[in-house]
């Protein structure tokens, strides 16, 4: 698979549906106080919603543990400054990379050191394989994540209290309660373009987090809220990877199946964690 150098080019498009399933009551919270509680879960005009930035989220520090674990240098943890438990490559962490890399093209044209530092982002050392794939302040993402739908919800509100630390029961006056949203299931979307091997090696990755042992949702994880797994049976893809594959959507104005996208990640997969 091609290495595509930047977002001028379409090669390929992967539209991903699936299911997850709550084993447990979920609390994403509106980040307001309402009438009913102290803490809505948050909400649209047409009922409760889990917001797609709070699963990529999620999904984003997945692929870094995950990545920090595998090593060679493949992947930094967001928003932490250049430590040996990092990224000593990855120009969102690492500021002192940058600055030297602009030092060293100081003296070349404006384009000419555009040129040079889109390269070194796309195709260079400059980004790890989870900033290429999710972006970062210098990058746009590849990965799109859509908002998540409940199926038949609803809603209860649960009592907590403040603990003391020295005798570990409730202290008084410290009551407070929350809303706690159940459903059957959630409408799973994602998106991605112009994906090359790394990219779909960590969405395989990620698609076998979320189906075991699956991932956690949302706040009062502590309490057991929040646990997902993504529905054990073939993920509908439907895109493109090809132009005639380009050229039959536009034909017939729909996305068409892709049915060798699960063998597509499993080779990626394997030959990013090297398995012959």
Same mark, same amino acid.
């Given at each position: 698979?091609?290495?595509?150098?930047g977002f001028l080019k379409l090669e390929n498009? +992967?539209?991903?549906?699936?299911?997850?399933?709550?084993?447990?009551?979920?609390?994403?919270?509106?980040?307001?106080?309402?009438?009913?509680? &102290?803490?809505?879960?948050?909400? &649209?005009?047409?009922?409760?919603?889990?917001?797609?930035?709070?699963?990529?989220?999620?999904?984003?520090?997945?692929?870094?543990?995950?990545?920090?674990?595998?090593?060679?240098?493949?992947?930094?943890?967001?928003?932490?400054?250049?430590?040996?438990?990092?990224?000593?490559?990855?120009?969102?962490v690492n500021d002192k990379l940058m600055k030297?890399?602009?030092?060293?093209?100081?003296?070349?044209?404006?384009?000419?050191?555009?040129?040079?530092?889109?390269?070194?982002?796309?195709?260079?050392?400059?980004?790890?394989?989870?900033?290429?794939?999710?972006?970062?302040?210098?990058?746009?993402? @590849?990965?799109?994540?859509?908002?998540?739908?409940?199926?038949?919800?609803?809603?209860?509100?649960? &009592?907590?209290?403040?603990?003391?630390?020295?005798?570990?029961?409730?202290?008084?006056?410290?009551?407070?309660?929350?809303?706690?949203? +159940?459903?059957?299931?959630?409408?799973?979307?994602?998106?991605?373009?112009?994906?090359?091997?790394?990219?779909?090696?960590?969405?395989?990755?990620?698609?076998?987090?979320? @189906?075991?042992?699956?991932?956690?949702?949302?706040? @009062? @994880?502590?309490?057991?809220?929040?646990?997902?797994?993504?529905q054990d049976h073939p993920l509908d893809v439907?895109?493109?990877?090809?132009?005639?594959?380009?050229?039959?959507?536009?034909?017939?104005?729909?996305?068409?199946?892709?049915? &060798?996208?699960?063998?597509?990640?499993?080779?990626?997969?394997?030959? +990013?964690?090297?398995?012959?």
């Open positions: 698979m091609s290495e595509v150098l498009r +992967y539209l991903i549906k699936g299911v997850l399933v709550p084993e447990t009551g979920l609390h994403i919270g509106s980040g307001q106080t309402g009438d009913r509680t &102290d803490a809505p879960v948050f909400q &649209d005009g047409k009922g409760p919603l889990v917001p797609g930035s709070s699963l990529r989220g999620v999904l984003r520090s997945t692929a870094e543990k995950i990545l920090q674990s595998l090593g060679d240098n493949r992947g930094c943890v967001l928003f932490t400054k250049q430590t040996d438990a990092t990224h000593s490559t990855c120009f969102t030297t890399f602009h030092e060293s093209i100081a003296t070349r044209e404006r384009n000419e050191r555009e040129r040079l530092l889109h390269e070194k982002l796309l195709r260079g050392d400059g980004l790890c394989d989870i900033c290429r794939l999710f972006g970062s302040p210098l990058l746009a993402s @590849k990965l799109k994540i859509g908002d998540l739908r409940p199926i038949n919800p609803k809603t209860i509100v649960r &009592d907590g209290v403040g603990i003391d630390r020295d005798t570990e029961t409730a202290r008084e006056h410290i009551k407070y309660d929350f809303e706690v949203l +159940y459903c059957e299931k959630l409408e799973f979307r994602a998106e991605i373009e112009n994906a090359t091997g790394t990219d779909l090696a960590l969405l395989g990755i990620l698609l076998r987090e979320m @189906k075991s042992p699956g991932i956690d949702l949302g706040g @009062k @994880k502590s309490r057991g809220l929040g646990r997902c797994c993504l439907t895109g493109f990877d090809t132009p005639a594959g380009l050229r039959q959507f536009f034909l017939k104005g729909v996305p068409l199946p892709v049915p &060798d996208f699960h063998q597509k990640v499993e080779s990626a997969l394997r030959n +990013y964690l090297e398995v012959n």
